[in-house]
């Protein structure tokens, strides 16, 4: 291939060559993106890493998909032959539904921590209550845009994962400044007060698998 050194570490096509015989140079078409050679200076000398399209390097990268891991608990207990499911109410939130919406206890798993540590925690901080940890119940997996950190394009998948517990006590310090109430429902009206769909489903299961474990 006739060609000529560039700048860049490669070699790009002339834009014509003469035709065999004549001397009159035909226009050949116009070449794609220029292939360059990618180079890493260290202390050995030049090394290569292969080959790259400078078309490719100039397209904007595409956002990836932001994960996080969350963690909590569907607790209950027994008040002679009625149980009770807890049920929080958070703190704040900017959206209508925030001002009304209640749900299971949760939140993030933190750096280092178990998943079932996570949700020993977040049941005691946003419930105000000790617990013991029977068994998993399941994960979900939700998808949203990242609105409260300034990006909406971030597209976040999160999983949170579900403990059946029991309740073991109050805590001195009582719920956190996350939580704006804290109540203890009869399953059916556990069930309609939940706002998320996939936290009705869980605790459905979560009574199944106490269902099984009494009778």
Not at 6 to 27: D, E, Y
Not at 52 to 80: D, H, N
Not at 190 to 209: C, N, V, Y
């Amino acid at each position: 291939m006739v060609g000529c050194r560039s700048g860049l570490t490669g070699w790009f096509r002339k834009p014509s060559v003469p035709a065999r015989g004549t001397g009159v140079q035909i226009p050949l078409p116009p070449p794609q993106a220029p292939v360059v050679q990618l180079e890493r200076t260290s202390d050995s000398g030049s090394e290569s890493w292969g080959f790259e399209s400078l078309r490719a390097r100039s397209m904007p990268k595409k956002k990836t998909v932001k994960r996080e891991y969350s963690a909590g608990g569907v607790v209950f207990k027994k008040e002679g032959k009625k149980i009770l499911w807890l049920m929080v109410q958070p703190n704040g939130g900017t959206r209508p539904y925030d001002q009304i919406r209640w749900q299971l206890p949760k939140g993030w798993v933190d750096e280092g921590e178990k998943v079932e540590e996570a949700a020993l925690r977040e049941v005691k901080e946003e419930g105000g209550i000790k617990a013991q940890l029977i068994e998993k119940i399941d994960s979900v997996q939700i998808f949203f845009r990242d609105t409260y950190q300034g990006d909406p394009k971030q597209l976040v998948t999160k999983t949170i994962t579900f403990y059946l517990m029991e309740y073991q006590g109050e805590t001195k310090e009582g719920p956190g400044w996350e939580t704006k109430a804290v109540v203890w429902l009869p399953y059916e009206k556990a069930h309609r007060q939940l706002t998320f769909d996939s936290e009705k489903k869980i605790l459905e299961k979560a009574k199944k698998i106490l269902e099984e474990r009494l009778f």
